[in-house]
T-cell receptor, first 112, second 122 residues
Framework: SQQGEEDPQALSIQEGENATMNCSYKTSINNLQWYRQNSGRGLVHLILIRSNEREKHSGRLRVTLDTSKKSSSLLITASRAADTASYFC????????????FGQGTELSVKP | GAGVSQTPSNKVTEKGKYVELRCDPISGHTALYWYRQSLGQGPEFLIYFQGTGAADDSGLPNDRFFAVRPEGSVSTLKIQRTERGDSAVYLC????????????????????FGEGSRLTVL
């Protein structure tokens, strides 16, 4: 299986704190994407980082990519209660056509 | 509609029955994906279509699972002789194509997901 791993599996923080989630993947990628899923809902795309990029920002989100370590991290700054959700990384592997392979996710709880 | 639509939102069936789950993608999205998600797990890839053809069906767990997309738009995931282990949320997603040398290929970018169909096999 090429499914990557995410850590931590669960993270609980207070509003205003930063949340960092990590993702590792298996082999060479074209890009890596992060998605958010509220309980019982579908996934929503947050950000995409290409294999030749090292860092990307979108609002309070910052994503980094280290291809030498085959890892990525998602940082949410100044977290809010509304950020409570599960976060998944998804790898588009170089030799796997158009499919995305998702990790197991990090369940984030932000307490007011 | 503006988003990916999946029906039914909930399906309860008995072991051994046949089930069909429908996905209506965003208009103009040529790539369509099916994933399965169990509680507390990440989405597990099943199959994706580029147009009418299945570009990769390597994630279908066995021959009880089949998916079609006859006109390159709506897709149906079909499960025969359902088992209790098939209980999960089935997610559909669509995306725009990428063009490489004038030939459309499956997108490598953002997937747009529906809300899922929750299947419970009793």
């Amino acid at each position: 299986s090429q499914q990557g791993e995410e850590d931590p599996q669960a993270l609980s923080i207070q509003e205003g704190e930063n949340a960092t989630m990590n993702c590792s993947y298996k082999t060479s990628i074209n890009n890596l994407q992060w998605y958010r899923q509220n309980s019982g809902r579908g996934l929503v795309h947050l950000i995409l980082i290409r294999s030749n990029e090292r860092e990307k920002h979108s609002g309070r989100l910052r994503v980094t990519l280290d291809t030498s370590k085959k890892s990525s991290s998602l940082l949410i700054t100044a977290s809010r209660a509304a950020d409570t959700a599960s976060y998944f990384c998804a790898a588009h592997y170089y030799n796997q056509g158009g499919k995305l392979i998702f990790g197991q996710g990090t369940e984030l709880s932000v307490k007011p | 509609g503006a988003g990916v639509s999946q029906t039914p939102s909930n399906k309860v069936t008995e072991k051994g029955k046949y089930v069909e789950l429908r996905c209506d993608p965003i208009s103009g999205h040529t790539a369509l994906y099916w994933y399965r998600q169990s509680l507390g797990q990440g989405p597990e890839f099943l199959i994706y279509f580029q147009g009418t053809g299945a570009a990769d069906d390597s994630g279908l767990p066995n021959d009880r699972f089949f998916a079609v997309r006859p006109e390159g738009s709506v897709s149906t995931l079909k499960i025969q002789r359902t088992e209790r282990g098939d209980s999960a949320v089935y997610l559909c997603a669509s995306s725009l194509p990428s063009a490489i040398q004038g030939k459309a290929v499956a997108n490598t970018g953002e997937l747009f997901f529906g809300e899922g169909s929750r299947l419970t096999v009793l």
